[in-house]
């Protein structure tokens, strides 16, 4: 298996531009995690899945934020309008609800 | 509040001195306690998962432990390719999301 497949790898876009992330996790893992990771707060869970349902999304920062997820194989996370304080690196990780694998991220830069 | 601290922020050893990470703890009922690596650019990479207290796990030059309270990564005469990030997380009993304490950055001189 090639591992948790995210794109892009570099987002740069301007302020108030829609942008969204893409996962692939990997085969026959069914849960799917979205982090995000800043200098200042380190990894913070964003929302995670189980069996493509959402559980929990107390992590989302706010109704500009959304995820979906809408088979086993393919996750999203929106931002719509973007700001500058979303940059950050997003990652995507699966597991087999043990011990969970990490994309390469998505480094987002909003200007 | 589920919540993990690692300390130190960062540690800087010369190559072969030998050195421990401390990840403290608090969780309602530990599911179970993951140690990761982090290069720059790139995601965590998992290196252990430790169940129960009295637990330990080794690989290479690195030892992983567990207690009630904390986890210590002990890192035996490594070397410069051991530098990097290295991450805690713990899960608790009565969820599946994995909380992650903010590391431990090592730099290991030649």
């Known amino acids: 298996d090639a591992g948790v497949i995210q794109s892009p790898r570099h987002e740069v876009t301007e302020m108030g531009q829609e942008v969204t992330l893409r996962c692939k996790p990997i085969s026959g893992h069914d849960y799917l995690f979205w982090y995000r990771q800043t200098m200042m707060r380190g990894l913070e869970l964003l929302i995670y899945f189980n069996n493509n349902v959402p559980i929990d999304d107390s992590g989302m920062p706010e109704d500009r934020f959304s995820a979906k997820m809408p088979n086993a194989s393919f996750s999203t996370l929106k931002i719509q309008p973007s700001e500058p304080r979303d940059s950050a690196v997003y990652f995507c990780?699966?597991?087999?609800?043990?011990?969970?694998?990490f994309g390469q991220g998505t480094r987002l830069t909003v200007v | 509040e589920d919540q993990v601290t690692q300390s130190p922020e960062a540690l800087r050893l010369q190559e072969g001195e030998s050195s421990s990470l401390n990840c403290s703890y608090t969780?309602?009922?530990?599911?179970?306690l993951f140690w990761y690596r982090q290069d720059p650019g790139k995601g965590p990479e998992f290196l252990f998962t430790?169940?129960?207290a009295g637990e330990e796990k080794e690989k290479e030059r690195l030892k992983a432990t567990l207690t009630k309270k904390e986890s210590f990564l002990h890192i035996t005469a490594p070397k410069p390719e051991d530098s990097a990030t290295y991450l805690c997380?713990?899960?608790?009993?009565?969820?599946?999301?994995?909380?992650f304490g903010t590391g431990t950055r090592l730099q290991v001189f030649p």
């Open positions: 997380a713990v899960q608790a009993g009565n969820t599946d999301k994995l909380i």
């Open positions: 969780v309602s009922g530990l599911r179970g």
């Open positions: 990780a699966s597991s087999a609800n043990t011990e969970a694998f």
């Open positions: 430790l169940y129960s």
